[in-house]
């Protein structure tokens, strides 16, 4: 017979050794997993402030590792203002993703007292700003801008 025979209570007995013997890994912020990162530790603000509303504002960020140019979407958490709205913001930009007339959404953060939302970050300015300094368009003008709107609803509405 073999003397080196395992036992069911010897087996129990090392793998409990062993697992006692196991150092526990502390999890940080800033382990090596890209999902873990915070905002900060991939990205810095430049203090360009692109456009600010009540609880969110827009500034202009770069990737420290890639210096690639963003625009960044602030969302502060304030009582009253639903997670969940974030949460369905993201889920549009998502099922838009890929569309020629809608900003692109990078990726998001979320830390205990705001959101982040990185977009490309495009020239330009908002449409609502040219129409207001345009006053006047030709009808061919109005129906391109209508029809690109159009679009972009049909497209946000069927996700």
Known sequence: PHTNCCTPSSLAARKAAAISGRKKKKKTASSTSLASNTFQEIYRLT???????????????FNMYTEVEYAVKIIDKVPGHSRARVFKEIDLFHHCQGHKNIIQLVEYFEQPDKFFLV???????QLLDHIQQ????????AAAVIANVAVVGDKAHRG
Do not use: H, N, P
Request: proline fraction near 0%; hydrophobic fraction near 30%; glycine fraction near 16%.
């Open 47 to 61: 203090g360009e402030v692109l456009g600010e509303g009540a609880y969110a504002s827009v500034q202009t960020c």
């Open 119 to 125: 977009f490309e970050k495009v020239r330009g300015g």
């Open 134 to 141: 345009r006053k006047f368009f030709t009808e061919r003008e």
